[in-house]
T-cell receptor, first 115, second 114 residues
């Protein structure tokens, strides 16, 4: 079955360490996205990529970095510069190249806890 | 910045009752989408309504859109305990540099009691 796989489901890190969250999709979607969700909040866009080797900052990109070397993969690195990294991170993709009206498909998230 | 504002923040009903959630937004949109999220999981797309549409149905779901009031509502009829989840509206900005970017509201937590 096609879908988006995020790993790991839970991640624990010490303050000051960089950490990379994995996101892989086999939906053949061109566009991929990273969102952050804090308790009781909606989703905020961190980075998005519409095509391989290209990506743009979202609303809260500071302290994060991404790469898009393959269509299927869009890893997110949470750097030590991110002041409040503890959150639930969601990866999504869609077939945005075809129309504005392509809904997002989400992975099941990675819950990152930094102490 | 978050464009969608949802109301109520939480809704508790009995099985069989209808549930209505509202979403308001600030600027012109291309489309509005509703998503569902079970606790600790990713979001699942429910329904998309375009700016030139007023109403859409999908099974027990009915979505309306009033662009003059910049608001939308999601109605779940004959609710079931399995409908318990958080529901989010998301808006796609009309044009500009926000191509393909959805802006999510803070969500409505729906609890359906058996």
């Amino acid at each position: 079955d096609g879908g988006i796989t995020q790993s790991p489901k839970y991640l624990f890190r010490k303050e000051g360490q960089n950490v990379t969250l994995s996101c892989e999709q086999n939906l053949n979607h061109d566009a991929m996205y990273w969102y952050r969700q804090d308790p009781g909040q909606g989703l905020r866009l961190i980075y998005y990529s519409q095509i391989v080797n290209d990506f743009q900052k979202g609303d809260i990109a500071e302290g994060y970095s991404v790469s898009r070397e393959k269509k299927e993969s869009f890893p997110l690195t949470v750097t030590s510069a991110q002041k409040n990294p503890t959150a639930f991170y969601l990866c999504a993709s869609n077939d945005q190249g075809s129309s504005y009206n392509s809904p997002l498909h989400f992975g099941n998230g990675t819950r990152l806890t930094v102490t | 910045s978050q464009q969608g504002e949802e109301d109520p923040q939480a809704l508790s009903i009995q099985e069989g009752e209808n549930a209505t959630m509202n979403c308001s937004y600030k600027t012109s949109i291309n489309n509005l989408q509703w998503y569902r999220q079970n606790s600790g999981r990713g979001l699942v797309h429910l329904i998309l309504i375009r700016s030139n549409e007023r109403e859409k149905h999908s099974g027990r779901l009915r979505v309306t859109l009033d662009t003059s009031k910049k608001s939308s509502s999601l109605l779940i009829t004959a609710s079931r305990a399995a409908d318990t989840a958080s529901y989010f509206c998301a808006t796609l900005h009309a044009g500009g540099t926000s191509y393909g970017k959805l802006t999510f509201g803070q969500g409505t937590i729906l609890t359906v009691h058996p």
